[in-house]
């Protein structure tokens, strides 16, 4: 019976080209779009989930008086909570990133700029499931280091490189470090990276700071490391909370703070939409591509049930020829659900066809790879088994049961069946709209960010990565390098700085204090900028009073001239009445600081990130270097700089980048936005217009004889393309009246969370909308055009 099922409705599909092509070519994008979005999310949810112990993993934080959550701790807390707390089996202290430098390999003399180097407890590889490929993982020792694979094959050439040496240049001087294990490369879908790790137990020793005594791994004065507990299952996580809770609050500097354990399994996307703890990723965004997955899907799949319905008409003498030979409802139902069967059987297979071949471009557009992997786990197969149940359930028995009615002349049934059809139209342009009104919004905040003035000029800036290995004599070197530089006749101007705007800052810090100190100061942070004399000239930074350091001060540095100048936000946090009012006056930071100069606020973040209180402090600087240079002929001027940079820091690789360039890669999360909505927007709209399209021509022809005889009266060709497309045009004109609230609700919630706004503009919604109904207007115009051309003589013989 199933066999017979399968031919006839083979025969029907292959006998309506019109219909199946349709419908296939629709599905086929639909279940595309789909399998590429839930590729996306599969690989957001399941982040970190590798991890064995996954599940007694969490990250210890604060959240201060202010509201703000801060992760970064002093190290010294791992060892008490240890030791205090049974619940705890293991705390780590993740000090990222904080090693970054110079690596030097002596067999090859060849030198690497690494910038994935994180110092970690000795036991860590217990608790964090990162495989050892070749030899052991225990940092006990220090000196020692596990590296990844493709660093083992990058520095020896080899897999295998157990017991060879590297020596490190950074900020804790030179190192020479011997390689103890080879692990697996990082997974993609991980929160922790890296591809160095080396034992947090070598900056127990004084030496091995370099002077930097805040980096004391036992310290509990600076917050520089995330410190992760392994907890006994079923402890009580509340209870634990509230035991860590009482024990910080007894700790001079931090009595004010509340603390969290926020789970490993939520670090990338968070608990939930309402946590306020600090993630990754973004669990908003992702629930937004995964409902779009759904919502273009159903429209593909609403064109398949509206084409359904549509062509009733041309099946009812064969579902009445059917049920004169007895067959039952059920049986009639089977039929059609076969039919969808076929047809969303042949739509994936063409889908995953095409999956695979724009496989190498959908990193380029969703911005990260993505984990097709899910396609082989059994709940994609539960879900994609659940979803064509529904579809071909709803289609057999609602198409039978309308045909039905129909055979039976049921007149309120047409007209029902007319309605709904009419429904399913607004329905699908009410999505496709809406998509495409939230692209063009996400569009103009993205262009609103980008064209804003900063407040500094980052046009025509070269950035160079200063050196990690200065050797002897440092000082004099930088300045070496910075005279040649100025020497070039396409130098314009070169300041130094050890941070970047669109980079961050050199630390954040508390405990600075107007000289007569204030209760509402004692909870208040600074972002810290550190810089030579020609970096606000550089920049083109406006100062409001006062001067610029001078090279005595920059020499100096800030702890010997004790000079500083800050931003009109930090001076207003101060107290002080304006920038006049500021400069010359000291502010406490265990000493007092003079304020040499206020400059104007500038955003040396994103504009997703409000300007906040600034300090910035003189120093010779060996960072980054940013010169101002002609943009003719870059290439030739490059290759000059290199030159100068490997004659005064040899052995230090010459790494470079343009500031504009660098400045826009902050907003990565926008553009990324802003392609998915672009892609996936334009597709809603070509699958509904592919229903649109049919509709129209199944219209034309139910209605060949009523225009024929119109045009034999006399009609114009205008006024049969009115007729034939009016009714469409209404359905669009209401989608487009029922998505603009929706899409301005959405888009209102969205851009709460930026500081500065591009706003909701009335014009980007009408052409969102007049885009949306001049695209319907052309799809369903061709088929009116086509029935008014037609010869009237042939249509009324046809009929």
């Known amino acids: 019976m199933i066999a017979t099922y399968i031919k ?67 190290p010294g807390y791992a060892a008490t909570l240890e030791d ?52 052991k993982a225990n940092l006990n020792a220090p000196g020692t280091a596990v590296i990844t694979e493709e660093i083992s094959r990058k520095y020896f050439g080899t897999p295998d490189a157990v017991g060879r040496s590297f020596s490190l240049s950074n900020q804790f001087g030179k190192m020479d470090y011997t390689v103890i294990g080879v692990m697996d490369n990082i997974p993609d879908r991980s929160d922790l990276k890296g591809n160095i790790f080396l034992s947090v137990s070598t900056l127990e020793n004084p ?20 410190i992760f507990l392994q907890i006994k299952p079923g402890a009580d996580i509340s209870g634990l909370e509230k035991q860590i809770n009482a024990l910080i609050k007894n700790t001079p500097g931090y009595w004010e703070v509340e603390v969290f354990l926020q789970p490993l399994t939520a670090i990338h996307l968070a608990g ?89 471009w959908l990193t380029d557009i969703l911005g990260k790879s993505l984990w097709f992997g899910v396609f082989s786990t059994p709940g994609f197969w539960l879900i994609l088994v659940a979803v064509f149940l529904g579809c071909m359930l709803i289609s057999g028995f609602y198409v039978v049961a309308l045909a039905g009615k129909h055979a039976h002349g ?29 692209t063009l919004v996400i569009r103009n905040q993205l262009n609103f960010m980008q064209d804003r003035d900063l407040g500094i000029n980052i046009q025509q800036k070269l950035v160079i990565e200063g050196p ?81 350091f001078t090279r005595e001060e920059v020499e100096a540095g800030w702890t010997g001239s004790k000079k500083l100048m800050l931003n009109e936000s930090a001076a207003k946090s101060f107290g002080f009445d304006g920038p006049d009012d500021a400069v010359g006056k000291y502010i406490n930071w265990g000493d007092p600081y003079e304020v040499v100069a206020v400059v104007k606020d500038y955003h040396h973040m994103s504009l997703r990130e409000e300007i906040p209180p600034m300090i910035l402090l003189p120093a010779e600087s060996s960072g980054y270097f940013s010169l101002t240079v002609d943009a003719d002929q870059i290439q030739s001027k490059v290759e000059a700089l290199e030159e100068i940079y490997k004659d005064i820091f040899p052995g230090n690789p010459f790494n470079f980048f343009f500031m504009d360039e660098s400045f826009a890669e902050q907003y990565q999360l926008e553009v990324q936005l802003s392609r998915v909505f672009t892609a996936f927007g334009i597709l809603a709209i070509v699958i509904s217009c592919l229903g649109l399209f049919a509709l129209a021509a199944y219209s034309v022809q139910q209605r060949t004889k009523e225009i024929g005889i119109r045009k034999v009266l006399g009609a114009s060709s205008e006024s049969l393309i009115r007729l034939v497309s009016k009714d469409f045009m209404i359905l669009v004109g209401l989608a487009i009246l029922f998505a603009f609230p929706i899409a301005w609700y959405a888009m209102r919630t969205w851009q709460m969370d930026f500081p500065y706004k591009a706003g909701l503009s009335v014009t980007t919604f009408v052409l969102a909308g007049g885009l949306s109904f001049l695209v319907a207007l052309l799809t369903v115009g061709i088929q009116a055009i086509r029935a008014a051309w037609a010869n009237p003589v042939d249509s009324i013989r046809n009929e």
Not at 40 to 47: G, P
Not at 104 to 113: D, H, L, N, Y
Request: with cysteine; glycine share 6%; aromatic share 12%.
């Open 84 to 135: 205090k707390f049974s619940e705890v089996e293991k705390a780590h202290r993740w000090a990222e990133y904080l090693a970054n430098g110079l690596v030097v390999i002596p067999e090859s003399g060849e030198a690497f700029k690494e910038q994935e180097i994180q110092f970690v407890e000795e036991d860590f590889f217990e608790t964090f499931s990162f495989p050892i490929q070749f030899g």
């Open 207 to 226: 030496a091995n700071r370099n002077g930097n005594d805040w980096a004391d791994p036992n310290g509990l004065e600076s917050s520089f490391v995330n």
């Open 8 to 74: 006839i409705s083979w025969r029907s599909l292959v006998k309506r080209r019109l219909f199946t092509l349709v419908n296939l070519l629709g599905l086929t994008l639909g279940l595309s779009a789909f399998l590429v979005l839930f590729a996306y999310v599969a690989s957001e949810w399941t982040y970190n989930d590798f991890h064995v112990r996954k599940d007694q993993i969490y990250r210890l934080g604060v959240i201060g008086n202010s509201g703000e959550a801060n992760i970064y701790l002093p």
């Open 410 to 438: 049921n007149v309120t049934a047409a007209g029902k069946s007319q309605l709904l059809r009419k429904s399913l139209v607004v329905f699908q342009f009410v999505i496709s709209i809406s998509i495409i009104c939230c």
């Open 468 to 548: 990690e290995d200065l050797g002897e004599d440092g000082k004099s070197k930088i300045l070496a390098f910075k005279q040649a530089l100025a020497s070039q006749s396409f130098v314009q101007a070169i300041g130094a700085s050890n941070a970047i705007p669109g980079k961050g800052f050199n630390f954040k810090a508390s405990g600075i204090f107007p000289m007569v100190e204030r209760p509402e100061d004692k909870d208040k942070t600074y972002s810290i900028l550190i810089m030579d004399e020609k970096f606000i000239d550089t920049y083109e930074i406006e100062r409001l009073a006062g001067r610029n």
């Open 272 to 360: 939930s939409l309402s946590d306020p703890y600090p993630t990754f990723g973004s669990r908003a965004s992702v629930l937004v591509f995964l409902a779009m997955a759904f919502l273009i899907l159903g429209i593909a799949y609403v064109n398949y049930l509206n084409l359904s319905s549509a062509s009733i008409l041309t099946r009812i003498k064969e579902i009445k020829m059917r049920k004169v030979l007895g067959a039952q409802n059920w049986q009639l139902a089977q039929q059609f659900m076969i039919e969808t069967l076929i047809l969303l059987g042949l739509a994936l297979s063409f889908s995953f066809l095409i999956l695979y071949l724009v496989k190498p």
